[in-house]
């Protein structure tokens, strides 16, 4: 199970960056692989939402619950069913070194399959972490408009 951590710095303040962050039904519109993001249910800090991806040709489709924190500007999120397992945490910071706003990604991808994951195991590592590295400069790029 590959886990990612990795972040970026944006030039827009913490509430702003976390507020894109936290409209997940608009990543399509900057997010390339990103097809389709459907609020499912909410409730409270609660949503289950359905994603529907398409990466290097391939139509990936699963559903995941993302607990919001507004006070601490986090999101934790974890596949509940779909083609592949991840879960983790998208938090926005103050990044007090230079002065801008920090946006931080970790995730760990489980494929569900040990015996997969033995012969094809790192060719999948390189791709989820690409996607990883390009869902953060995605919302680094939108957030420089």
Do not use: H
């Not at 939402?49 to 995941?64: A, M, P, R």
């Not at 507004?70 to 990044?95: A, C, E, M, P």
């Not at 489980?110 to 195991?121: R, T, V």
């Amino acid at each position: 199970m590959p886990t990612f951590n990795y972040s970026v710095d944006v030039t827009v303040d913490c509430a702003k960056a976390y507020s894109v962050l936290k409209n997940v039904t608009e990543y399509s519109s900057f997010m390339n692989s990103v097809k389709e993001v459907k609020i499912i249910s909410e409730k409270d800090n609660l949503l289950l939402t359905q994603w529907n991806v398409l990466y290097d040709g391939v139509n990936i489709d699963w559903s995941e619950e993302i607990i919001y924190n507004d006070k601490d500007f986090s999101l934790k999120f974890k596949s509940v069913s779909g083609n592949y397992s991840r879960f983790g945490i998208w938090k926005v910071s103050k990044n007090n070194e230079n002065n801008k706003t920090s946006i931080s990604l970790e995730i760990t991808y489980d494929w569900n399959a040990p015996n997969f994951e033995s012969y094809f195991g790192d060719v999948y590592k390189q791709k989820a972490e690409r996607a990883t590295k390009g869902m953060l400069y995605a919302l680094k790029k939108r957030l420089s408009k």
